[in-house]
Every structure is written in C-alpha cells, then in structure tokens.
C-alpha cells in the first residue's frame, strides 16, 4: 500500500510542472527566447566586470606612443653589471668595473629649492601622515620592511592625498618644478597604478590629465583616448621600490621610473597648480606603499647655474642614512656635470660636502668630507681625471637654510661644486 503522504506529493508536482510541460510543447519559440535573454544578460554582466581587464591589456599591447618614438625598442633588456663576487654591483663598484651602469644614462636633475618634502621622520604607526591631507579613502601610516611609510589602504578613483603647504594653496607648482618620490610594486601586478594629478583635488579645479604608473610603464592622458608618451620598457616586474621621478619646465613633461625615461612630452599647454597622489587599491589587497617625496622648485641647467653663480649647488645627490653610499637616482645629477666637465675641458671643481644640523657635529663634519670624497672617486672612475678635482667637508657649519623644518634640512643637505 502507497503512503498517503507520497500520494500528495505526486499530485502537486503534477499539478505544478503539467502546464509548464505542456506550454513549452505547444510555444517552444518562447522558451529559446527567454534563454537568449538569459545568456545575453550573461554576457553583459561578463563583459562588465571585465571591461578594466580589457583596458590594462589593450595597453600592455601597446607597442609606442603618439610621437612614433622608439628610443626604448624590444630588443634586448641592458644589463645589470655584476662586481667580482658575482652580486649586482653598486655606484662605488664603478672604480673597479667602469661607469656603464644601468643609471649611466639617467638624466633627470631636481630642482635646487625645495618647496615640500617628507622623509616620514618621527611618524607614528597606524596614524594618518602628519604633512599631507585627505581628499578621500583610507591613508596611514604603516612600518614596510623596517621604515616608516605611507600606506593607501582602500584608495579608489578621485581619491588619495595632497601636501599640507602653509603659504598659498591656490598655485603652489611654479613654473619649472620635479617631484620625486618611491612606489612600491608588488611583483606581476600589472594593474597596481600610482595615479598623479598635477592639481591639489583638495583645492583647485581640474587642469591636467591624470598620470598612471604602472610597474613597467607610464600613461599620460588616458582619459582622452591616447596615450602620447607611453614607453613599453624592460623594467622587470618583481616586487621591489621604484624611484619615480617627474620633471616639469614651463610646458614640457618628463617622467621617468628608475633609470629609465618612460614620458617626454614636449609641449603641455595646461596649468599644473598642485600635486594630489593615490594608490589604487580599491580591493584593499595590494601592498600600496610610497615613501621619500619631495617637491622642488627650478629646472635650470647645471651650465647656467656655473656660470650665473660659479657654482653648482646640487641637493639630488643623496646617500643612504649616516653614511657615504651614493644612492643611484643621485647618478641624475652626476652625469650631468661628468658631461659638463667633459663638454667644458678648462673647467675645475672643488667638491664640497654639507650636512643638516642633525646628530654630532664631529660627526656630521667627518661625514661631510666623506662624502664629498665619495662623489670625487664617482667622478674619477667615470673619465673625470683627479687633476681635475678636489673636495672637503664643511658639515653643519653653512647652512642654507633654517634646520627646524624637513623641508630647510633638505636644503642644507646638499654637495656644491665650486668653481677652481
């Protein structure tokens, strides 16, 4: 005998699936249309949710920029010259193993009066950066690897942070400026983007296209459809800090990533007033990090500078904490005036150390001649013959400027060449 129970559960799945049965029969044309709607809205969500994937490739497919310029082909990548022990040699190597370094062709040379800079000095974890203010996200504070840094944590379109300037906030970017600050990439992330407005989002209007670094190339003016500027370059795509430096002088824009030059563009006719920068991470899943930012006035050229001043007052050359290793976005500067002296056969330089007030003054003047002396065995093992060249240290003694702002010890950490 059926139980009852089983009976009733028969009839109302009869009762409920019949006359769908019999409706797709009798209008089959109906069913097929409902299932194209279906699969339609399928791919529509598909392809929306994709269409960002889409445009990051479009652009890694992209060969060259709008100029037709192939400075930086697809051959083969320049090689990291090694030292003897088999590991990547650094600036001082050059004495031994000659000057054709991977920065031996870097050109770009900051600004010479510093209008902000921030080193993270005395920041604490967890908390927002006390130089900058928010436009929109979440921005702190965070320790990467042993150094304070600023962390974009959920940073999405329209949204990041711009420097705190005291004086007038309305145009702080003269006409001739660089910016210069670290990203850091994580490795095969081709989508991670630090994204650059060259006006204060907090501030003032809209005057520039935006820019967008990625781990291995630049985009200027993707908003517009074209890309004028955009280098494919051999960077590689591991995990690591990138040096991004910009140049501005009066209507020409140049950008580079590490050594290499990704952006010239000759003839910008906007107006840059202010600088607001964010790292896209709107997942909150990237490591979205930058560090050692620094904006400057002037783009003179080091020639001018010699001849208007006879001498070179050069705050780019940098060097790691407390001690005498030139950095490699300091070779910027060194080439040029390697080139200058080369170019200008009479020409003599006294190489002159200075430290800001910070720490021992002993110390600070034994550093300063060590640098000093440093920057001469650069020189040298770059062609520059000794005869040439003398140095000395002069460390806390000749400051440029007031040591109680980061911005004023910038300024006073600096190497000038003085004219012989």
Known sequence: MKHPVFSWWIICVVYIFL???????????????????????????????????????????????????????EEDPLPVQENENGEPATVMDIEESGPELIWSAFDFVPGDVIIFEDLLEGERNGEFPSKWDLVAGTVENANFGGENVIFFRRVTSRQGIVPL??????????????????AYFEAGVHNQTYNVNFYDMKNHRRTMPELRLYINKAVYDRSEGHYPGV??????????????????????????????????????????????IRGNNPQGNLQSFIKNIRIAKGAVPLYDRYLSDGRIIANGIRFDVNKSTIRPESMGVINEIVKLMNDHPDLRFNIEGHTDSDGNPENNQLLSEQRAEAVMKQMVAMGISSSRLTFTGHGQNRPLAPNDTQEGKAQNRRVEFVKL
């Open 231 to 276: 280098r494919r370059t051999h960077i590689d795509d591991e995990a690591k800090w990138r040096r991004v430096s910009i140049s501005f002088n009066e209507r020409s824009l140049k950008v580079y990533l590490d050594e290499t030059r990704l952006i010239n563009i000759p003839n910008i006719t906007d107006n840059p007033t202010g600088f607001t």
């Open 165 to 182: 300037i005291k004086d007038d906030p309305s145009d702080y970017l003269p006409d001739a400026f660089t910016i210069e600050f670290d």
């Open 19 to 73: 006359p769908l049965c019999i409706n797709a029969q009798i209008n089959p044309d109906r069913l097929l249309r409902n299932a194209r709607n279906r699969a339609e809205r399928n791919v529509e969500q598909r392809a929306e949710e994709r269409v960002d994937q889409a445009i990051d490739k479009a652009l890694d497919d992209l060969q060259q920029d709008s100029e037709g310029n192939d400075e930086f082909s």
